[in-house]
Each structure stands twice: as structure tokens, then as C-alpha cells.
């Protein structure tokens, strides 16, 4: 057995690709605690393709079924395949197997686009999430980043950064606010994320098998 310098990370997303983008910029940066092997997506025309392109990295596209276990068949394979130590969701819209969190010791994160325990849950995503925080007259909005659990948007919060709410705000204004601010807070979370599991030796990879944690 060998201790990994960098935690292995993989990326799963369907939507504009911008906080895909913005942790594979953090990775390139000096002494990152984590490299990016791997972008997954469910939708050939997800943003995340060119991010993938754009950094030269492999992009893998699960196939377009409803079929679950299909869909959990493949992403374990992916998973086991790339010896990926920690997966972080990002615009990944569905509720991700149990056996996938399991698989991967409880190291997957999210991204979320409000301040969560509030404004989460089934059908928040999206446009709806800014709608219904506009709805309450809330003065601020924000989004955190949280480990993954079986529920909805309900896991450990590990931050949070909040913006200002003002009258007359759009939707679609809040969610560019609550955007420019994800991007910063996700890769800054992750770093400090994969420096702990690195500090504590959580990961151990077996170099015969290329460091699958799986
Ligand atoms: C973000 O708003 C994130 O909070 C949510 O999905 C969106 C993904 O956006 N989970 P992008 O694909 O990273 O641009």
C-alpha cells in the first residue's frame, strides 16, 4: 500500500459546465490537494464536454436511459475504472444511488444553489430554487456546498457564502449573483476537503490497482 499526494476527483454534471470548469482551473493551481481525472455526464450536449475538451481531459457520457440500475451499473464501473477517490456533483439534477455513496465511502459532494437547509428538496433546482427565494422576500440567498447523502439536498454542510437580495431582483439576476459566487466557494471547499482526507490518510491507494478505492 502507497498514501496517494492528490485526492483522484471526478466531476458529474449535466448542466452549463461552469462549476466543472471553475474546479478544473483550481486543480491546475500550484500544491492542489486534488487532480480531476475524469468529467462525467448524462446529456451529450452538457457544458461539461467542453470543459472536458478544454482541459484535455476524458469525458464519459452515460447512456440516456431511465433505467436506473443500468445508469448505477455504469457510473460504478466508471468509477471503479478511474480509481476515483471522491466525486463532486455539479448541476447534477437526479438523487444518486446509495450504492454509489457507499462505493465511495461517502465522498461525494454537491453544489447548491441557495442557502441550504432552506429552499432544497425535491424539485428545488434550477430557475425554481430563485423563484421560490424571491417568493419568500428573503434579504439574502446564497449557495452552499454539502457531502451527498440518500435525501435530497440534506447531507453535512461544509460552506456557505451568501449574496444580497435586492427588491426587484430577477430570477434569472440572482441566479448570475449566486453563480459568481459558487464557483470560488465549490473549488475552495474541495480543496480544503482533499487536504483534510489527505491530512488524515483517509485514502489509501494500492498501487497494483491503480489506486481504485473501489
Ligand atoms: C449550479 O447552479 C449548481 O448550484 C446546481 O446546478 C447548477 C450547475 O451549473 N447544482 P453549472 O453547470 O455548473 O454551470
Avoid at 476515483?84 to 448541476?91: P, Q, S, Y
Avoid at 453544489?111 to 424571491?134: D, K, N, Q, S, T
Avoid at 435530497?152 to 460552506?159: A, K, M, N, P
Wanted: aromatic share 6%.
Amino acid at each position: 500500500m502507497e498514501y496517494s499526494s492528490q485526492i483522484n476527483l471526478a466531476i458529474l454534471g449535466s448542466g452549463a459546465g461552469t462549476n466543472a470548469h471553475a474546479i478544473c482551473r483550481a486543480a491546475r493551481m500550484p500544491n492542489s490537494s486534488f487532480c480531476v481525472s475524469l468529467l462525467i455526464t448524462t446529456s451529450a450536449k452538457s457544458g461539461v464536454r467542453n470543459v472536458a475538451r478544454e482541459f484535455g481531459l476524458e469525458c464519459v457520457v452515460l447512456s440516456r436511459t431511465s433505467d436506473v440500475v443500468n445508469l448505477e451499473n455504469e457510473l460504478l464501473s466508471c468509477l471503479r475504472e478511474w480509481g476515483i477517490d471522491v466525486l463532486a456533483l455539479a448541476g447534477y439534477m437526479r438523487l444518486l444511488p446509495v450504492s454509489v455513496i457507499n462505493a465511495l465511502g461517502g465522498r461525494v459532494l454537491n453544489i447548491h444553489p441557495a442557502l441550504l437547509p432552506h429552499f432544497g428538496g425535491p424539485g428545488m433546482y434550477g430557475m425554481r430554487v430563485h423563484e421560490a427565494v424571491l417568493a419568500s422576500k428573503a434579504s439574502e440567498s446564497g449557495a452552499t456546498v454539502h457531502v451527498v447523502s440518500e435525501h435530497y439536498d440534506e447531507g453535512h454542510i461544509l460552506g456557505q457564502q451568501t449574496v444580497a437580495v435586492l427588491p426587484g431582483n430577477s430570477p434569472e439576476l440572482l441566479q448570475q449573483m449566486v453563480k459568481a459566487v459558487e464557483h470560488e466557494l465549490y473549488s475552495t471547499v474541495i480543496q480544503s476537503y482533499c487536504s483534510t482526507l489527505l491530512a488524515y490518510n483517509d485514502v489509501e491507494t494500492d498501487s497494483e490497482n491503480s489506486g481504485s478505492l473501489l
